[in-house]
Nanobody, 115 residues
């Protein structure tokens, strides 16, 4: 059974930074692209970024491009999301999953950006 554990969220002021972590267990880590997703209150979940398991290439939504950086540590079976220059509109619960998402969602980690 695949387990996803997200961590690293918190309260930060506009312009601040956070690093999110997602540990994935229960599957062959190298077989899938992994994505970060977020869901703000009252909105649908949206894709934020993803990373290839083959060449490490990354993709970012336009809304976070240039501010967020996704990386992975295969040995630790963990992916990261470095978030800089945070804006109030980045406030959401952040999740990781396969890309496209196909596993059960974890609990996510809440990021709150105050203005």
């Amino acid at each position: 059974e695949v387990q996803l554990v997200e961590s690293g969220g918190g309260l930060v002021q506009t312009g601040g930074s956070l690093i999110l972590s997602c540990t994935v267990s229960g599957f062959n880590y190298d077989d899938y692209a992994i994505g970060w997703f977020r869901q703000a209150s009252g909105t649908e979940r949206e894709g934020v970024s993803c990373i290839s398991t083959t060449d490490g290439s990354t993709y970012y939504a336009d809304s976070v491009k240039g501010r967020f950086t996704m990386s992975r540590d295969n040995a630790k079976e963990t992916v990261y999301l470095q978030m800089n220059s945070l804006k109030p509109e980045d406030t959401a619960v952040y999740y990781c999953n396969r890309n496209p998402p196909n596993w059960s969602w974890g609990q996510g980690t809440l990021v709150t950006v105050s203005s």
